[in-house]
């Protein structure tokens, strides 16, 4: 099993709708979770963090399902500038190692 | 700029040659990530350094596969004998240590023909 697995997509979206992805992790010692987004030929860069009570930022929320091993976002009122791929990221050891693993990616394509 | 920093931004090369990036953190950051994406993957952990120090490398980093932290500023990632399967987008990241911490470079994009 992979250490992070996501949905490839791509998902295409109206632009107003509200989108949700999933992500699953294999190892249930991870410490800290995030969500990347990368735009075509960026590097990736950092959307949010994902708490174990759940947070939120504007129209993005993201939780934490630590007995199901998995976090999801969610994009309300979905803007064209949203278009991007968007990776789901561990790491295992909190602070003592801050390596952090990637998932594949989702790509999310927000039609006009 | 006070970001990570890579060089060069874009790389082709013929199967075989030898080729080198590199990469200059932000200075305060004591750890320095590589990592390689290619089209449709996410980015893969390749090595990483704690100043100096080469703490982990992973099992996708062949014997072809060299990286270097001198003094525990800038780092250098050299592939030998390049293949066509080394064409990726090679990424450096540094970090100070906290979790999350990370900051890219704008990637070093090699093809190798």
């Known amino acids: 099993r992979k250490e992070v697995e996501q949905d490839p997509g791509p998902f295409n979206v109206p632009e107003g709708a509200t989108v949700a992805f999933n992500c699953t992790y294999s190892n249930s010692a991870s410490q800290s979770f995030f969500w990347y987004r990368q735009d075509c030929r960026k590097e990736p860069k950092l959307l949010m963090s994902?708490?174990?009570s759940g947070n939120e930022d504007g129209r993005f929320t993201a939780q934490l399902n630590r007995a199901s091993q998995y976090i999801s976002l969610l994009i309300r009122d979905s803007k064209l500038s949203d278009s991007a791929t968007y990776l789901c990221v561990v790491n295992m050891y909190g602070n003592r190692d801050d390596k952090i693993i990637f998932g594949k990616g989702t790509r999310l394509h927000i039609l006009p | 700029d006070t970001g990570v920093s890579q060089d060069p931004r874009h790389k082709i090369t013929k199967r075989g040659q030898n080729v080198t990036f590199r990469c200059d953190p932000i200075?305060?950051?004591?750890?320095l990530y590589w990592y390689r994406q290619t089209l449709g993957q996410g980015p893969e952990f390749l090595t990483y350094?704690?100043?100096?120090?080469?703490?982990?490398k992973s099992r996708l980093l062949s014997d072809r596969f060299s990286a270097e932290r001198p003094k525990g500023s800038f780092s250098t990632l050299e592939i030998q004998r390049t293949e066509q399967g080394d064409s990726a987008m090679y990424l450096c990241a540094s970090s100070p240590g906290t979790v999350p911490g990370y900051t890219f470079g704008s990637g070093t994009r090699l093809t190798v023909v």
């Open positions: 200075s305060e950051h004591n750890r």
């Open positions: 994902v708490y174990s």
């Open positions: 350094f704690q100043n100096e120090a080469q703490l982990e």
